[in-house]
């Protein structure tokens, strides 16, 4: 019996960063954002409002539309590189607020690929009897973003997506998940400052190492060739062709990523979901964001096979195929 995705849910903050705000804090145009990036606005934390706060929304709202109560949550997964604190998990704060008091609670370290990975942890859990997982992604990336750097400041968002996964049927659910890191290619995207091996000092903060450092243009060829690889492995794991995706829903990094690995895979343009020119990359929250606008948009129908591919710091990449 496969496992199945019972409910979806997301939340991004209100306040709305446009790219002509960005005009006035860093030498850019919304025209070079747009064309390179596809990027039109990205959502932000106000003062004072965390990742758990983001997490607890789209948590709630995942739980409603599965109709399940958060005291019966046997599992809580939190995918984030940007917790509210280092110590203790931020699924921890979040098991308290929620009520879901029986549920074992961790974070999910992966980067942009932390939610596949997640869901690929709750899918072998309800697999081997557990009842309800609830999978979350939820970022506050304008915490560890340089808002003095163009070459990255213009790239990410804040958000949350989430769903609880249940058992499913034989034939429909999630068929399979793939996941994959290569650890050499570490410095392409990190922060190298703030944790254990540079631990937060007025140096680090002043040499801004607490914030991210991407090599964007090398990152950029990777992305398009493990995502393309990751979605392949997908389809033939399962016996299916690119043909029969109905919705492939990315990580949304970049358009011009997305545009180059569904053209690769021979995917026709209306099956890409894309909501990156709304969100930014909010890493780890990309994925189940865009699935949850899929739902409630109705583009995702029982039935649909549904591609999800990403990429990320670690490398990572990761891809899962779900049959509604
Ligand atoms: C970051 C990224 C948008 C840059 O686009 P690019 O086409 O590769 O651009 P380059 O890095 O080659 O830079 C081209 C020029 O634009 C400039 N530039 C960079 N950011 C800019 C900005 N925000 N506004 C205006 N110019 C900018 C660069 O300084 C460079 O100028 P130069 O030629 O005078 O040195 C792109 O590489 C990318 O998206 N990479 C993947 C990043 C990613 O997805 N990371 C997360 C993975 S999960």
């Not at 429909?172 to 392409?188: K, Q």
């Not at 043909?243 to 026709?268: C, E, T, Y």
């Amino acid at each position: 019996m496969n496992s199945a995705i019972l409910g979806t849910g997301s939340y991004v903050p209100e306040h709305v960063l446009t790219n002509a705000d960005l005009e006035r804090m860093v030498e850019t145009s919304d025209t070079w954002i747009v064309e390179r990036t596809g990027i039109r606005e990205r959502r932000l934390v106000e003062s004072g409002q965390a990742c758990s706060d983001l997490a607890l929304e789209a948590a709630q709202r995942a739980l409603l539309s599965a109709n399940v109560k958060a005291s019966d949550i046997d599992l809580i997964l939190l995918a984030t590189c940007t917790g509210d604190t280092s110590l203790p998990s931020t699924a921890c704060l979040l098991q308290h607020r929620l009520g879901a008091t029986k549920a074992a609670a961790c974070d999910i370290s992966a980067a942009c690929c932390g939610f596949v990975y997640a869901l690929s942890i709750a899918d072998a859990y309800v697999k081997t009897g557990m009842r309800y997982v609830l999978v979350i992604g939820a970022e506050v990336m304008s915490a560890i973003t340089n808002w003095t750097d163009r070459n990255t400041c213009v790239l990410f968002g804040d958000g949350a997506g989430a769903v609880v996964l249940g058992l499913g049927s034989p034939d429909s659910g999630v068929l399979s998940t793939h996941l994959h890191a290569n650890g050499r290619l570490s410095e392409m995207i990190h922060v190298p400052g703030g944790g254990s091996k540079e631990p937060a000092s007025r140096e680090v903060l002043d040499n801004k190492r607490c914030y991210i450092h991407m090599k964007g243009n090398e990152t950029f060829k990777i992305a398009v060739k493990s995502m393309e690889e990751a979605a392949q492995e997908a389809v033939k794991a399962n016996g299916v062709i690119m043909g029969d995706i109905d919705l492939f829903i990315p990580h949304q990094a970049n358009m011009r990523i997305l545009k180059a690995v569904s053209q690769r895979l021979g995917l026709a343009q209306e099956k890409l979901m894309i909501n990156l020119d709304k969100f930014g990359n909010t890493s780890a929250a990309s994925i189940p964001l865009a699935l949850d606008e899929a739902v409630q948009s109705k583009r995702i129908q029982k039935g649909h096979l549904v591609l999800l591919a990403a990429f990320g710091a670690g490398l990572t990449w990761a891809s899962a195929l779900v049959r509604w």
